[in-house]
């Protein structure tokens, strides 16, 4: 059994843990929780292995690099980093709604890499910009911070639905997890220019909008700790900065620069 197969089938246990956990939120029941936080484990289990068989694929083929190089692999990395933050927030919360909003990312974000034609799910050589030991602190710690606000523009959605207090807490929280990381990635990513192409900054694309995404993020935590911020506030920040995200991720995509290459 080869890593595309495992993750495949990874991607249909977060789909089903995600309906039972959705089911338990609307049915009242104890049940379908139980079993979608196992499908979660299980998915978590099914991803890290995958993850650990595509790298050793790589070493098969004579290529022989960390799964972080192009769409394809981010995409699976980051439904991992969904997963494993929500581990880390539930342990404290064990709100129901973080575990919705991370199985929906993590199927989402699996079923895109293997379903859409735009993305090339093989195992290629590294183009020289990418053989750095900055690869992997960079893609890590930009992916976890994704992640984490992947999972508050969830709850944010479901805050504006359900005005629970201790939900708002969780979306400040969640963010400045999200924020303590991406903060990491970006400065990581500026050592790397600087060895890769001898400048820390230059303002290609995906700098510029990490850097745009950033502030949104800052201005979130600034005005909830100095400002007092709460609520639907709070809440539709988070969501505009998770728009922020998506465009960094993939619109950039589309626009010439340094980053080109991790398509």
Not at 125 to 134: G, I
């Amino acid at each position: 059994m080869n890593s595309s197969m495992i993750l495949s089938i990874t991607t249909f246990i977060y789909a089903f843990s995600g309906i039972f956990l959705v089911s338990s939120w609307i049915f009242k029941k104890s049940l379908p929780d139980t079993i979608g936080k196992w499908l979660i484990y299980a998915g978590f289990s099914g991803s890290s292995l995958g993850i650990i068989l595509r790298w050793l694929e790589s070493y098969k083929a004579g290529i022989g690099h960390a799964p972080l190089s192009n769409m394809y692999e981010s995409l699976i990395f980051f439904a991992w980093a969904v997963i494993l933050i929500y581990f880390f927030i539930n342990y404290k919360y064990k709100n129901q709604m973080i575990g919705i909003s991370s199985s929906l990312f993590a199927f989402l974000a699996m079923a895109y890499a293997a379903m859409s034609p735009n993305i090339n799910d093989r195992i290629q050589p590294l183009v020289p910009a990418l053989k750095s030991n900055w690869l992997i602190a960079h893609v890590v710690t930009c992916f976890l911070g994704y992640a984490a606000f992947s999972i508050a523009f969830g709850i944010s959605l479901l805050y504006l639905v359900k005005l629970k207090k201790e939900l708002d807490e969780l979306i400040y929280e969640t963010v400045a997890f999200g924020f303590i990381f991406l903060s990491i990635g970006i400065i990581t990513g500026a050592v790397w220019a600087n060895s890769a192409w001898g400048s820390y900054w230059s303002w290609d694309p995906k700098e510029t909008w990490s850097l745009v995404t950033w502030l949104i993020y800052a201005a979130l935590l600034h005005a909830r700790v100095t400002r007092g911020w709460q609520g639907k506030r709070i809440a539709y920040l988070s969501i505009i900065g998770f728009i922020a995200v998506l465009f960094t991720y993939f619109g950039v995509n589309y626009l010439q620069g340094l980053h080109s290459y991790g398509k």
